[in-house]
């Protein structure tokens, strides 16, 4: 058994947090699901199928592909039907962490950068509700699909949203000013300079940075890359980590990932030939900030809670940037009864979410 197999032995367990929040995701995860489903209506998945294969290949590949992931409409059509909901998914999960660490700071405007057909920011106006939203995208057909998909949403940021057509290059132009730089799995379409030219462009255009990539060890790699590089910027790590000390699975063989899941369509389901309505997202990230008040909680749940009569055993990576096995017993009921509701990827101890959080609201 390999060192992650253990992730999936446990199913997760119950969040502790606020029913509105988990609800408000589940609407805004539908809301774009129904986008979806009217954008893409009429297309049939024997058309649809070689492409997915493709961006199967290319997702799961350890190196960055030679050409534009999303190359033509079929391309486009194909990974918004199949990838655009995970990438929401995850986006969402990584930004909630983000907004639990921030605290009260107010996020007014979001680029997105490498933003497909706009997962990430369709995200990001869910869990912040910023007023202003700036897509860059190298491939005008994904800009294309990004507008009719933004139009459906009922969000004014998302209807009124800037998309522009942006290709980073050594020579790149700096990105546009805002609150927050979100860019979700455009690392591992980059080559190694490419990956520090990225980091220094939003660590220049923003406060706050969040970046995301496949939950696999390369994905890790990259982020954890990018986390040195943020902190070597001068940045302070929002999330997942409680600390900016070198990431301590580096050079381990496992890796820091989480998951996110989410429902699948009927077309989605036929087009990866699977049975279930569901599937689990995982994925690596980072969120880096500068000169911002942070409450990031003492340490980060790295795997699933095994829960035992009597006990649960937690995996921790800690404050002082040191992974730690923590048993909770009865010996300390009133945390036993919270460690045994924790979920990987909460803090521990885990912070309590009010229903009358006025972000959580619909």
Same mark, same amino acid.
């Given at each position: 058994?390999?060192?992650?197999?253990?992730?999936?032995?446990?199913?997760?367990?119950?969040?502790?947090?606020?029913?509105?929040?988990?609800?408000?995701?589940?609407?805004?995860?539908?809301?774009?699901?129904?986008?979806?489903?009217?954008?893409?209506?009429?297309?049939?998945?024997?058309?649809?199928?070689?492409?997915?294969?493709?961006?199967?290949?290319?997702?799961?590949?350890?190196? @960055?592909?030679?050409?534009?992931? =999303? %190359? !033509?409409? *079929? /391309? &486009?059509? +194909?990974?918004?039907?199949?990838?655009?909901? $995970?990438?929401?998914?995850?986006?969402?999960?990584?930004?909630?962490?983000?907004?639990? @660490?921030?605290?009260?700071?107010? =996020? %007014? !405007?979001? *680029? /997105? &950068?490498? +933003?497909?057909?706009?997962?990430?920011?369709? $995200?990001?106006?869910?869990?912040?509700?910023?007023?202003?939203?700036?897509?860059?995208?190298?491939?005008?057909?994904?800009?294309?699909?990004?507008?009719?998909?933004?139009?459906?949403?009922?969000?004014?940021?998302?209807?009124?949203?800037?998309?522009?057509?942006?290709?980073?290059?050594?020579?790149?132009?700096?990105?546009?000013?805002?609150?927050?730089?979100?860019?979700?799995?455009?690392?591992?379409?980059?080559?190694?300079?490419?990956?520090?030219?990225?980091?220094?462009?939003?660590?220049?255009?923003?406060?706050?940075?969040?970046?995301?990539?496949?939950?696999?060890?390369?994905?890790?790699?990259?982020?954890?890359?990018?986390?040195?590089?943020?902190?070597?910027?001068?940045?302070?790590?929002?999330?997942?980590?409680?600390?900016?000390?070198?990431?301590?699975?580096?050079?381990?063989?496992?890796?820091?990932?989480?998951?996110?899941?989410?429902?699948?369509?009927?077309?989605?389901?036929?087009?990866?030939?699977?049975?279930?309505?569901?599937?689990?997202?995982?994925?690596?990230?980072?969120?880096?900030?500068?000169?911002?008040?942070?409450?990031?909680?003492?340490?980060?749940?790295?795997?699933?809670?095994?829960?035992?009569?009597?006990?649960?055993?937690?995996?921790?990576?800690?404050?002082?940037?040191?992974?730690?096995?923590?048993?909770?017993?009865?010996?300390?009921?009133?945390?036993?009864?919270?460690?045994?509701?924790?979920?990987?990827?909460?803090?521990?101890?885990?912070?309590?979410?009010?229903?009358?959080?006025?972000?959580?609201?619909?």
């Amino acid at each position: 058994m390999s060192q992650d197999d253990s992730r999936d032995l446990i199913p997760a367990a119950r969040p502790v947090s606020s029913p509105v929040v988990e609800t408000t995701a589940l609407n805004a995860s539908r809301r774009l699901r129904a986008a979806l489903e009217t954008t893409t209506a009429g297309r049939r998945a024997a058309s649809l199928q070689p492409a997915v294969e493709r961006l199967g290949r290319e997702y799961r590949a350890a190196t @960055s592909p030679l050409q534009p992931v =999303l %190359a !033509s409409r *079929v /391309d &486009v059509t +194909a990974y918004a039907v199949v990838r655009m909901p $995970a990438t929401f998914a995850a986006t969402w999960s990584a930004l909630r962490q983000v907004q639990l @660490s921030l605290g009260s700071v107010q =996020l %007014a !405007s979001v *680029v /997105d &950068v490498g +933003a497909g057909t706009g997962a990430a920011s369709w $995200a990001a106006v869910d869990v912040f509700r910023p007023s202003g939203v700036t897509l860059l995208e190298q491939q005008e057909v994904a800009i294309e699909l990004g507008r009719a998909l933004a139009a459906q949403s009922g969000s004014p940021p998302l209807v009124g949203a800037s998309w522009r057509s942006w290709h980073l290059t050594p020579s790149s132009e700096e990105l546009p000013r805002a609150d927050m730089v979100v860019s979700s799995y455009l690392l591992g379409e980059l080559d190694e300079p490419g990956r520090r030219t990225l980091v220094q462009h939003a660590a220049r255009a923003a406060p706050v940075v969040v970046l995301l990539d496949s939950g696999t060890p390369g994905g890790f790699a990259r982020v954890a890359a990018a986390r040195a590089q943020l902190v070597e910027l001068g940045m302070s790590i929002v999330a997942p980590c409680t600390h900016e000390e070198p990431c301590p699975l580096t050079g381990t063989g496992d890796w820091c990932h989480f998951a996110a899941r989410l429902e699948r369509s009927a077309l989605h389901r036929r087009l990866k030939g699977a049975d279930l309505a569901y599937e689990d997202e995982k994925f690596s990230f980072v969120a880096a900030a500068r000169e911002v008040e942070l409450d990031r909680g003492e340490s980060r749940i790295l795997r699933h809670p095994w829960i035992r009569k009597g006990m649960v055993s937690l995996e921790l990576c800690n404050s002082a940037g040191v992974v730690e096995h923590r048993v909770v017993s009865r010996r300390q009921p009133d945390a036993l009864r919270v460690a045994r509701d924790a979920r990987w990827g909460d803090t521990w101890p885990v912070r309590p979410v009010s229903e009358e959080d006025p972000r959580a609201a619909p």
